[in-house]
Antibody
């Protein structure tokens, strides 16, 4: 059974940093591209970033480009998202997803990030 | 990049059928989309992939009551024999080279 378990969220001040993790199990992690998707309180889903199977290719939404960095460690079956220069509008529940034929085929339960002073 | 348009809300009675629509923007009418369901307080769940041909491929454990249909730029999710647990937000998703996009979501109320 595919399992994606996010962690690392929390309360941080504007301008601060966090690193989110997504521990994957139940599939061959190194064979799948992965993404981060976020959902602000009471709002819809917003794609944040994607990474290829090897980690060599990465993509970002314009809203986070230059501030967030996606990475992965295939030896640890873990996906990461480094969040820097955080803003109030980054407050959201952050989900990791496993891409299956280019769509989000599996979702984690999410980790909450709150940016507030 | 593509834009996905969804109605903000829909409602239907218990035991009836409902069709939700996701419309692809001009120039992207042949794109594949995916439908996801988000029940209140829960993470999204993948429902199905829906191709321009109308062929769809559902996720594991998705009931037969859920089906997909395509007409031009419109991608439909049909739910028959509505159950109370179908009350949820429904999102469509598509992708294009370096980006992916979600529709704004449709909140389905089961009366």
């Amino acid at each position: 059974e595919v399992q994606l378990l996010e962690s690392g969220g929390g309360l941080v001040q504007p301008g601060g940093s966090l690193r989110l993790s997504c521990a994957a199990s139940g599939f061959t992690f190194s064979s799948y591209a992965m993404t981060w998707v976020r959902q602000a309180p009471g709002k819809g889903l917003e794609w944040v970033s994607s990474i290829g199977e090897s980690g060599a290719t990465t993509y970002y939404a314009d809203s986070v480009k230059g501030r967030f960095t996606i990475s992965r460690d295939n030896s640890k079956n873990t996906l990461y998202l480094q969040l820097n220069s955080l803003r109030a509008e980054d407050t959201a529940l952050y989900y990791c997803t496993k891409l299956v034929e280019s769509y989000s085929g599996h979702w984690g339960q999410g980790t909450r990030v709150t940016v507030s002073s | 990049q593509p834009v996905l348009t969804q109605s903000s809300s829909a409602s239907a009675s218990l035991g009836s059928s409902v069709r939700l629509t996701c419309t692809l923007s001009s120039g992207f009418h042949t794109y594949i989309i995916a439908w996801h369901q988000q029940q209140p307080g829960k993470a999204p769940r993948y429902l199905m992939k829906l191709e321009n041909s109308g062929r769809y491929n559902k996720g594991s454990g998705i009931p037969d009551r859920f089906s997909g249909l395509t007409s031009g730029p419109d991608r439909y999710l049909t739910i028959s024999n509505l159950q109370s647990e179908d009350e949820a937000d429904y999102y469509c998703e598509t992708w294009d080279s370096n980006t992916r996009v979600f529709g704004g979501g449709t909140r389905l109320t089961v009366l």
